[in-house]
């Protein structure tokens, strides 16, 4: 440096000074960067699980017990009443006493005061037999 005016070397220190700041600033910000990727995230699909969990644990209905001496009346079946509501029908009446497992051509249903519960998802038991029940419907 010798050689060169007090101006010149003022500024090569002076750009030397900024160089080393920049170089300090970008490892800092990558310091920044990693401890954020570091830090725990919650995804989207989490989120979704967190959810779809809550909302089973709520809508999950406890088993039912109905009683061992219930018969489905003689004649009755699952069939659309006038009002176009699914329910226990016996010469066009509802049997609203009727808290079951009934059937028609497409399944058994489970019936909770002579209406389908298609809002019904767990287990009954109906004659001591165990039902599992999805949306009103028997699966098994």
């Given amino acids: ?13 002076i750009g030397i000074v900024i160089v080393l700041l920049l170089i300090l600033g970008i490892i800092y910000g990558q310091r ?15 989120v979704a699980e967190t959810t779809a969990a809550a909302e089973e644990a709520t809508t ?15 004649g009755a079946t699952v069939a659309q009443d006038a ?14 006493s009727f808290t079951g497992i009934a059937q028609n051509e497409y ?4 019936i909770e005061n002579g209406v389908v519960n298609f809002g019904f998802s767990g287990k009954v038991v109906f004659n ?3 039902y599992d029940i999805e949306n009103g419907k028997v699966v098994s």
């Fill in 128 to 130: 001591g037999v165990t």
């Fill in 107 to 110: 399944g058994n249903w489970y």
């Fill in 1 to 13: 440096m010798k050689g060169l005016s007090k101006e010149v070397k003022s500024a090569i220190i």
């Fill in 60 to 74: 999950a209905a406890p088993e039912t017990t109905t009683s061992a001496n219930v018969t489905v009346p003689a």
């Fill in 32 to 46: 920044e960067k990693t401890e954020v990727a570091d830090a725990p995230t919650t995804t989207v699909s989490e």
């Fill in 83 to 96: 009002n176009g509501n699914w329910a226990l029908m016996n010469n066009g009446a509802t049997v609203s």
